[in-house]
């Protein structure tokens, strides 16, 4: 009987150890994403790390962001260079003025910018932004992989940006539904030539370089941009600036989140990291303990950059 009590005991730690740590390690999931190309409108829990920041200053969304983890968001520091007042989070979010049945609403008690940050040049556009509560993780919300110190996205790898941002420069509005598009990574060089003296190490371009026509926009920045390596969605880049939206020549450009995994898991804390991951052409691999059950996400206020499909 005391043998029995005991495996019962020891049997329910295990499966809520289990059930914590899935909380806390797993990242990418978008069990509700089946798309393979193409599309405008994202389906409800297309991308469940999407955030929308709102405030009552701007009426309502202003920045998007990332979940990273049950407790913080990712997202660009020129989003926060203003006094903005109270700043709510809106996580597993699609319509901004219909029926989300999914949502939840938190608000935000701390925001980090990066030490480096340098409003003018843009240069390491880089915040996280803390939750007044932990969320829990469901198919509607999913934190997202992180790319890790390192890690390289060759020219040409495609990528997924999301938003509510603009759909033109000249549109006055954002549109209700969460907006998806797909663009490849633009070579380091080829964005040095279309932003002479303005891109550094700390940033990655992407966009149809040539003919434009697919881009962020005002309203995206802090926003992810993903790439999909098998089932898991990794964090490549955060929305920053461009020129315009969508034009040719001039490619979007974010934050290169593999700049910053030793400031990210150091502000955040390590009870509870975020997942990074190194993408590689042939597969990934952990730099977190994401996997450890195997073994035992232009520049004004509202600056920048909607998802433009044209």
């Not at 005391?2 to 005991?9: D, E, G, M, P």
């Not at 992180?146 to 495609?158: D, E, F, M, S």
């Not at 926009?217 to 880049?237: A, E, F, K, L, T």
């Not at 934050?255 to 042939?282: C, K, L, M």
């Amino acid at each position: 009987m005391k043998i029995n009590t005991a495996l019962t005991v020891v049997g329910a730690l295990l499966v809520n150890i289990a059930g914590s740590l899935c909380q806390l390690n797993v990242c990418g999931r978008a069990p509700l994403n089946t798309k393979i190309v193409g599309g405008q409108n994202a389906g409800a829990g297309s991308w469940p790390w999407q955030v929308s920041l709102q405030s009552p200053t701007y009426g309502g969304h202003f920045c998007g962001g990332s979940l990273i983890n049950k407790d913080w968001v990712l997202s660009a520091a020129h989003c926060f260079q203003d006094s903005i007042g109270t700043i709510m989070v809106k996580l597993g979010l699609q319509s901004q003025s219909g029926s989300n049945p999914y949502q939840i609403t938190k608000t935000v008690v701390q925001v980090i910018n990066h030490p480096n940050y340098n409003n003018p040049s843009n240069d390491n556009d880089i915040a996280l932004v803390k939750l007044d509560s932990s969320v829990t993780f469901n198919d509607y919300i999913e934190p997202v992989c992180l790319a890790a110190a390192g890690n390289t996205y060759a020219a040409g790898t495609l990528s997924w940006v999301t938003g509510w941002g603009k759909l033109s420069s000249a549109a006055n509005q954002i549109p209700d539904i969460l907006q998806e598009v797909e663009i490849p990574i633009v070579s380091h060089s080829d964005c040095k030539r279309a932003y002479p003296g303005e891109i550094t190490s700390n940033m990655i371009c992407a966009g149809l370089l040539d003919q434009g026509g697919k881009d962020s926009c005002q309203g995206d920045s802090g926003g992810p941009m993903v790439s999909r390596n098998g089932s898991q969605w990794i964090q490549s880049g955060i929305v920053s600036f461009g020129r315009g939206c969508a034009e040719p020549g001039y490619p979007g450009v974010y934050a290169r989140v593999s700049q910053y995994q030793d400031w990210i898991t150091s502000s955040t804390g390590s009870s509870n990291p975020p997942g990074f991951v190194e993408f590689h052409s042939s597969g990934f691999r952990s730099t977190s303990n994401l996997f450890l059950l195997s073994i035992s996400l232009t520049l004004s206020i509202i600056p920048l950059v909607s998802v433009l499909s044209s």
